[in-house]
Structure formats: structure tokens, C-alpha cells
């Protein structure tokens, strides 16, 4: 589910809120496997207790609105991100190639720096109009010290909070392209290398395609 729905917000849904939920099932299949041949095994640590992958915070007892934050934390950058991608099974037949098509999928959805800085990230952001503050309170205004000053001054801001989640819905046709465009590239790729691989009666290994992915 996508953080949208998950907060239940007024931000217009689009297509975007599929494919960020693509994302999602992609990484939780990765993670702890497909069918019985893939099924991630339990692991443990020193002391008996079960080790559980950090996608387990975005399906967890608890408020929406919490495994909406998780979600938002780990989608922000591509560093948080690799946390959650880096405990793919590593056990699953060519799991480096999900690997780099989720990190280009995060990319594609949250890293739209070509439309601004607004539409980057998950993190809703605070902006601050300050252009009239010297204007607001003469700096020798009688009786105030400078700290009563400055907060007379932030008193008199003006401040808009901006998601980009929401931002993003204005670009989502352009969004949308960059995505399915990138899905399209790996499934050609993954279908060369089953051809290959039928032809030649071998397999290969993901670290080998990655020139050519």
C-alpha cells in the first residue's frame, strides 16, 4: 500500500501510488522468497532471537500512520534505501539483478531532480519565506533585546510545508514513463538471458549481465 493510502491524506492519487506499491511487493518477494524452493530461512542471532529483515517495519502491528514514516524513511534516499534492499535472499537465483531494478525503480519514482528540488525525496519539507524580516521589526526597536527581536521576527514568517509525494502527482504521465520505460529494459534483458541460457543449455550468473542490463 502506497504511503497515500496508508496516511488516508488529501493528496490526489495516480498511477504512482501503483507502482510505489510495486515496489513494495517486488522487495517483500526478494526478501523472503516466491514459492517454497525461495523461502527464506529463519536466522537467528547469538542469543536464540530471530533476526528480521527492516522490511518487516512496513508490515507491522500497529498505526498506519507509523508504517507510513517507515516507509517515507527508507524510500527518501537511495543510502536508506540499500538498508532494506541489501537483506534481499541472497539464496534466490540472480537476486543482484532485483537488486538494481528496485534502485532504479526508487530512482525513477523519488530522485526527480530534473523537475526540482520539491519533487526529491519523501520527507515532507518546510519553506520559509523571510524575505520581508528586516522589515517586519526596526533593528533599534526600544525595550526588545536581540533574542526578543529574533523572535518577533520568526513570529512573522511565512512557511509552507511541501511533500514531494504530492508534488510528484503533477508530473505523474512523465513519472510514469521513466518507470515502465525502466521495467521494459530489464525484462528484455532477463528475457536475452533465458534465451541465451536455452540456447546455450547453461546459466548465468547476474554479475555477468551488468554491462549490458
Known sequence: MSVNN??????????LDDYEALIYVLTWLGTFGFSTETRRAKEVDNWGEEIKPLICEWHMPGSYITIAMKKR?????????????????????DIALLQY?????RTALVDNTEFGPEFVGTFVQTVYDDTNDD???????????????????????????IDPIEKRAEKASEISKKFVDILDKYAN??????????????????????DDV
Open 6 to 15: 496508508l496516511e488516508k491524506n488529501s493528496n490526489r492519487r495516480t498511477v
Open 73 to 93: 524513511m527508507y524510500l527518501h534516499s537511495t543510502d536508506s534505501f540499500s538498508d532494506i534492499v541489501h537483506h534481499l535472499n541472497p539464496d534466490i537465483e
Open 101 to 105: 531494478l528496485l534502485h532504479d525503480l
Open 135 to 161: 522589515l517586519s521589526v526596526p533593528v533599534s526597536r526600544p525595550g526588545l533585546t536581540s533574542f526578543a527581536r529574533h523572535v518577533l521576527l520568526l513570529k512573522n514568517h511565512t512557511y509552507q510545508c
Open 189 to 210: 534483458a532477463c528475457r536475452e538471458i533465458l534465451d541465451d541460457q536455452s540456447r546455450t543449455g547453461g546459466s548465468s550468473e547476474a554479475s555477468e549481465q551488468n
